[in-house]
């Protein structure tokens, strides 16, 4: 079994900044996904990184601008968020495939483990 928790969500106005992390209970040596839903919305892949960190795959909408990483001897998993826009306000899930080593996303159902979410919430 694996515990994720997501912490560092809040409110910031657009333009801004945050960092989530999502820590594990114990090491998943598995590449970790993150994961956002807006209300009304499906759930939408948002980063992946890979177990040793050199794999990273973003979705377009927010490339450029969000960038995760991964501190394995602390089993956290970061997404630093710069730049946000009120389409960014969600929801952020992070998740693990134990024994997926890449960072394409999944169906949702193909997940073991997923964390509480925390909220993001940007003003315009």
């Known amino acids: 079994q694996v515990q994720l928790v997501e912490s560092g969500g809040g409110l910031v106005q657009a333009g801004g900044s945050l960092r989530l992390s999502c820590t594990a209970s114990?090491?998943?040596?598995?590449?970790i996904h993150w994961f956002r839903q807006a209300p009304g919305k499906e759930r939408e892949f948002v980063a992946a990184?890979?177990?040793?960190?050199?794999?990273?795959n973003y979705a377009d909408s927010v490339k450029g601008r969000f960038t995760v990483s991964r501190d394995n001897a602390k089993n956290t998993i970061y997404l630093q968020m710069n730049k946000l826009k009120p389409e960014d306000t969600a929801v952020y899930y992070c998740a693990a495939d134990i024994g997926g080593i890449g960072t394409a996303p999944r169906k949702i159902y193909e997940y073991d483990y997923w964390g509480q979410g925390t909220q993001v919430t940007v003003s315009s």
């Open positions: 114990r090491p998943t040596f598995s590449a």
């Open positions: 990184i890979s177990w040793s960190g050199s794999l990273l």
